[in-house]
C-alpha cells in the first residue's frame, strides 16, 4: 500500500471518528473516559459495575466473552441493568 493511500485511509478514519462514528465502534475502544468496569459475580452472576477508587477496581477485569463490558457513566450502567459495587 502505498504512503498516499494510507494517508487516506487514516484521515478517512480519523473524519468517521470525529463524525461520531462510534456507533460502529463502541466508544469504550478510544474513549478513556468509559472507565467504569461492568462485572459479572461467578458465584451470583450479578451484574455489578466498579468506578475508579473502589477498592476492587483494579483488580476487576473485563471479559466481554463473559458479558462484561465497560460503561462511560454510572447512569449508562444503572440503565443497562447494573448496579455500584458496595465497596
Request: aromatic content about 12%.
Amino acid at each position: 500500500m502505498s504512503k498516499f493511500s494510507l494517508l487516506v485511509v487514516l484521515s478517512s478514519l480519523a473524519s468517521f471518528l470525529g463524525a461520531g462514528g462510534y456507533t460502529l465502534f463502541p466508544r469504550q475502544l478510544y474513549d478513556p473516559a468509559c472507565d467504569i468496569k461492568g462485572n459479572i459475580s461467578i458465584n451470583s452472576r450479578e451484574r455489578i459495575f466498579h468506578v475508579r477508587g473502589q477498592r476492587d477496581y483494579e483488580a476487576t477485569i473485563i471479559r466481554a466473552e463473559y458479558g462484561e463490558r465497560w460503561f462511560c457513566s454510572e447512569a449508562e450502567a444503572r440503565a443497562a441493568g447494573w448496579r455500584k459495587a458496595g465497596r
